[in-house]
């Protein structure tokens, strides 16, 4: 009997799809033409909507169906509710254009919505000026891959997330290019999930942005000119390597804001032109390792709350302060990074400078307490103020040295 | 006038300090442009040479400059020419050779290191320092006959705007920090030329996005067209008093 387990799941498997899987071509005309034809579909059929308009909303896909969008199928909201409400498992949605779903500030209108299900595809679609983007609800093991998110947003009251997540687990999120939205890419409570190859760039807030969300892996994304920049928050476990924070540029913007965040790894990022290249807030026991911090105003700011890190093997290069904090003992590691306002030497020819750095910036402190002090920013009175502290610490943290500051900068490849 | 100006400036180009000047501004500003990349970088490190350096020399020079043609200036009292005439034309061939200089030195590297209007904005705030510190060289030089007293007194001119003003001003802003002191900051810095044109040039860079709330209220005066000109007013305003004093002073002094 247990040698015919495996067929006969194999059988239950196929069975949906033998007997009576259609597919079904749609065309633009009066009515809701979407709706309908779901409506008349069996469960497994595919739906292939042909070029021209669907002017629709409100489509709830209820059982599990393939709609297929070729080149030129547009399903335009008009400015009302949401567009495709997902309810059943098992639905994939690709290569559509969806566009023009209106503002609401009782209800978070997405474009695409999942409620409550599981292994939905959502792939290669456009989505043009919709107030969310995709938002999944309590949903799991879902795809959503290769889309093009543009909002239209101009104030951050009226403006929606290109991709929202609330709940969910083993969510994959790929090759998705997200702008002028509020958030590229929001999640809350979303657990072993995997964000990889997204390009989030002009959104009005967070290019990415997390709260209460173990276990997810961000790889080789890309975070771009974003209002103030990527914040993750109360989780844990998280892996974030080889992603871009790239020219998050203004009074209260971040490369990466952590606050509240434990056990994670940060490692083969590129931190480039943020006013702050990394923000730490009670953040406990994160590896940052082989990261590049170039050009950032602040390359790092870690507060007194911090415990444990461990930051090794780092190239900061041109940064105007290179660590900041605001606490006279330091709980955490610096090994073996490359400070590029190193000003020691190394006799001994083995790479490693002979001298201890001491990465905190003296005016960087003052101006911690003193916010006003930065009227003082590059007067002659500041660098001469720096050069004798170096010399002789007095305000800057004792502890807080690199003793194995690195000759030349570790040669990573980023591109 | 136009004369004096005229031999006064051939003699000062001539002069072995203005070229070496001239050769160092040269050396600093492409040795910059040659060890970083960045324009902006570029334009922040000439900020600071200019700061450093146009003050000093303006002064130091000068001083010396007008002691040293002392006689020559008596003997042209006893042409009948006005002394308020004299003393315009010194100044004047002193900023026109000085600011000339400047310009030339910190203008290449400046037109080279792509900085756009900010380059621009900076060269016409040197030249303005040029004006002020020679000005305030002549007051220093007419007030003491002693060259040493005047010496003393505009090196620590000197080191009264680059130094010592701003760290009174950190002793008064670590002092005062519960208070809501950015507006008030805004105003003492007009009472420093050098701080005035520093803000002014980092506020049109991306350094002012560093600077946070107090960044906020400069940047409401600093980035906006009544705003720098005001600055612009001010700086003249520096140059224009001191001056004006010194004719007064030399007008009723005893040669």
């Not at chain 1, 595919?46 to 021209?52: N, R, S, Y």
């Not at chain 1, 003193?370 to 502890?399: G, Y």
């Amino acid at each position: 009997m247990s040698a015919w387990k495996p067929f006969i799941l194999c059988l239950m498997t196929l069975v949906p799809c033998w007997g009576n899987a259609k597919t079904i071509d749609l065309y633009p005309g009066e009515g809701r033409v979407i709706s309908d034809a779901i409506l008349l579909a069996a469960p497994y059929d595919t739906l292939v909507l042909k070029e021209g308009v669907y002017r629709e909303n409100s489509i709830a896909v209820d059982k599990p169906l393939v709609l297929l969008g070729e080149e030129g199928a547009i399903v335009d909201g008009q400015m009302g509710d949401e567009i495709f409400v997902i309810v059943s498992d098992d639905v994939s949605l690709e290569n559509l254009t969806l566009k023009n779903v209106g503002v609401s500030y009782l209800k978070d209108r997405a474009a695409i919505r999942l409620n409550r299900v599981s292994n939905v595809t959502i792939r290669n679609n456009h989505l043009l000026n919709t107030f969310f983007g995709i938002y999944l609800q309590k949903s799991n093991e879902c795809l959503v891959d290769g889309n093009t998110i543009r909002g239209a947003a101009e104030e951050e009251s009226r403006a929606g997330n290109a991709i929202h997540i609330w709940q969910g687990n083993r969510i994959r999120v790929t090759h998705n290019t997200l702008s002028h939205h509020r958030d590229g890419i929001y999640f809350e409570f979303v657990d072993e999930s995997y964000i990889a190859f997204n390009q989030s760039r002009d959104n009005m807030r967070y290019g990415l942005h997390f709260m209460f969300s173990n276990d997810d892996t961000y790889e080789n994304n890309v975070f771009q000119n974003n209002g103030s920049g990527v914040a993750v928050m109360f989780s844990n476990r998280i892996s974030m390597e080889n992603n871009e924070f790239l020219d998050n540029w203004g009074g209260a913007s971040y490369g990466l804001l952590l606050k509240e965040i434990s056990d994670g790894t940060i490692s083969g990022n590129r931190f480039q032109s943020n006013t702050v290249g990394i923000y730490a807030e009670g953040a406990n026991r994160l590896v940052l390792s082989q990261n590049l911090l170039q050009n950032n105003g602040k390359a790092m700011d870690i507060k007194g709350n911090c415990m444990d890190n461990r930051i090794i093997e780092n190239n900061f290069i041109g940064n105007t302060f290179e660590v900041l904090t605001n606490s006279k003992s330091n709980l955490n590691h610096f090994e073996g990074n490359y400070w590029s306002q190193y000003s020691g030497y190394d006799l001994d020819r083995d790479g490693v400078g002979d001298l201890p750095h001491r990465p905190v910036n003296l005016f960087a402190l003052i101006t911690d307490k003193v916010p006003a002090a930065h009227m003082l920013l590059h007067s002659f009175l500041v660098s001469s103020l720096e050069v004798a502290e170096r010399m002789f610490p007095q305000f800057i943290p004792e502890q807080l040295i690199d003793s194995q500051p690195q000759i030349s900068p570790y040669p990573y490849d980023f591109d | 006038m136009g004369k004096i100006i005229q031999f006064l400036a051939t003699d000062l180009v001539k002069n072995k300090t203005i070229i070496f000047y001239l050769l160092f501004l040269w050396v600093t500003g492409f040795g910059l442009i040659s060890l970083q990349g960045q324009s902006e970088k570029i334009l922040l490190a000439l900020l600071n040479i200019s700061i450093l350096v146009v003050p000093m020399v303006c002064l130091v020079f000068s001083i010396i400059y007008f002691y040293n043609m002392y006689e020559f200036l008596l003997l042209l009292h006893a042409q009948p020419l006005a002394r308020s005439t004299l003393l315009v034309s010194f100044y004047t061939s002193l900023s026109l050779v000085l600011t000339g200089v400047y310009l030339l030195g910190l203008g290449l590297p400046v037109y080279f290191s792509d900085a756009g209007g900010v380059g621009l904005l900076l060269l016409l705030t040197g030249s303005l320092w040029n004006l002020i510190f020679i000005g305030l060289a002549l007051l220093m030089a007419i007030w003491a006959s002693d060259r040493t007293k005047g010496m003393g007194f505009s090196l620590l001119i000197w080191v009264y705007f680059v130094l010592l003003f701003d760290g009174l001003v950190l002793l008064l802003m670590y002092n005062f920090n519960e208070y809501p002191i950015e507006k008030l900051v805004l105003y003492i810095s007009f009472l420093n030329p050098l701080d005035l044109g520093r803000i002014l040039v980092l506020m049109q860079t991306d350094a002012a996005a560093l600077m946070g709330y107090s960044g906020a209220v400069f940047q409401k005066v600093f980035s906006e067209t009544w705003g720098k000109g005001l600055v612009l007013v001010l700086l003249l305003l520096w140059a224009l008093i001191p001056f004006s004093v010194s004719i007064r002073w030399f007008n009723k002094k005893d040669l």
